[in-house]
């Protein structure tokens, strides 16, 4: 089994960003695009690995059988060099024009947004760059050898269809996996936390505005209770003003009608000063009664 | 990305042994033109031929831009066997063939053995 190098925490942690509102629902998206992603890029992960280990069966049946083939292949070559008594390398080696008469057109074939080059034999009927070898003798064998080779060619670049296809699949499967693990062991973790990071502080801020409000409050109800007992001291003051006002008018008229008693007093006599006397003596005796 | 690439990519190239070379251009892959650097694209290799020479040759045609398949023999990849190993390029490919003399081993083949590691069977 492969071992995985634990991933670095660092890689985790949440996203300097400034935690607001805003941020929350772009942080939001970005999770719920990275799921998805996530999943498709798995999807097609598994379509291309599906794909892969078919071309690896193929690969290793298509060697086998070229082994078989290219031995079939040289043993005719072998019966041309008998038929002919002699060696034709040279010979073939000279003929050789400069338009290749085996060549190879590639296709295209799309596995799950991946191309794969196919490569389709293409041969062109009208060179014939050996016309005269084996003119002598052994012409036939030469024929027949041309012939053997040729299938034996075109097994060749089916092959290297295959080997193509199996180089490059490899490639992008490899990549594909580590998108998938990326997103699923980095992105995904870094933009949870950073969601929870966002919440946390949101709710410290939320916190800080209920307490805030709470001591706004306080100081409100402080102030109203502060300018209550003002304003009742200051009617009580008001109030207190007011009777002494009225006193001093009291005390005015009273002196007024005392000067003027007085005047009447020297008219009345001795009289009346003695029911004065008798008063006070009924006051003095109702006080002693109260009780503090 | 692929697909530019694999468009003018349309002959074979072939290193082998006389046999090997002489079979193949039977069946028409030789191609010769007076295009610099692109003269033939068919190396005869003896076993007396230096593997300098072949790892030079190799390079050229792994380097060409009009060869979508180079055919090897297994005998000769053997010699440069690191550098077609570290080969890893979609294009050309490489096939490593059998010669007269030298039967296949598929132990011995880069890609098979690349199928063998990833699948851990053998």
């Known amino acids: 089994m492969k071992i ?42 598994e379509a291309l690995t599906k794909r892969f280990r078919d071309i690896t069966k193929r690969i290793d049946d298509a060697k086998r059988k070229m082994g078989r083939v290219m031995q079939t292949a040289a043993f005719s070559l072998a019966e041309v060099s008998y038929a002919t008594g002699g ?26 947004g991946v191309y794969l080059p196919q490569f389709e034999a293409d041969i062109n009927e009208s060179i014939n760059d050996f016309r005269m070898t084996g003119l002598g003798r052994g012409g036939q064998q030469v024929q027949r050898a041309r012939e053997v080779y040729s299938k034996a060619v075109e097994t060749l670049v089916d092959l290297a269809s295959l080997q193509t296809a199996f180089v490059i699949l490899d490639d992008v499967i490899k990549v594909t996996n580590r998108r998938v693990n990326a997103i699923e062991h980095v992105i995904i973790p870094r933009t949870e936390n950073t969601i929870a990071y ?22 409100k109800q402080i102030a109203t209770a502060a300018a ?10 008001e109030e207190a003003e007011r009777l ?10 009273v002196e007024k009608l005392v000067v003027k008693s007085e ?12 029911k004065t006397v008798d008063t006070t003596e009924l006051v003095a005796e109702t006080e002693g009664d109260v009780i503090f | 990305m692929a697909s530019e690439a694999a468009k003018n990519r349309t002959i074979l190239a072939c290193m082998g042994d006389e046999d090997t070379i002489t079979g193949m251009l039977l069946a028409g892959i030789g191609q010769v033109t007076n295009e610099p650097g692109k ?18 040759k190799f390079e050229e045609f792994t380097t060409r831009d009009d060869i979508a398949i180079l055919l090897i023999n297994q005998h000769l990849a053997d010699v440069i066997r690191l550098e077609v190993d570290s080969f890893t390029a979609p294009f050309p490919a490489i096939l490593e063939i059998p010669s007269k003399d030298h039967p296949y081993d598929p132990e011995k083949d880069s890609v098979l ?3 063998r590691r990833l699948f851990g069977d053998s």
């Open chain 1, 4 to 45: 995985m190098k634990p991933i670095s925490r660092a890689l985790r942690r949440p996203e300097q960003v400034f935690p607001t509102r805003m941020t929350l629902g772009v942080m939001k998206g970005k999770l719920k695009g990275a799921q998805t992603g996530h999943s498709l890029l798995k999807r097609k992960s």
């Open chain 1, 87 to 112: 060696n034709i390398g040279f010979q073939v080696q000279e003929s050789i024009s400069n338009n290749a008469r085996f060549k190879v057109k590639a296709r295209q074939e799309n596995v799950s």
């Open chain 1, 198 to 219: 966002i919440n946390s502080e949101l709710d410290e801020l939320d916190r800080e505005e209920f307490y805030r409000l709470k001591k706004v409050q306080e100081k």
């Open chain 1, 228 to 237: 209550d007992a003002e304003m009742a001291a200051k009617k009580l003051r």
């Open chain 1, 244 to 253: 002494n006002e009225l006193e001093k008018h009291e005390t005015e008229d």
């Open chain 1, 263 to 274: 005047e009447d007093k020297e008219d009345k006599g001795e009289a009346d000063q003695e």
């Open chain 2, 39 to 56: 003269e033939r694209n068919f190396q005869i290799c003896t076993d007396d031929t230096k593997s300098e020479e072949l790892l030079a």
């Open chain 2, 113 to 115: 053995r690349r199928v």
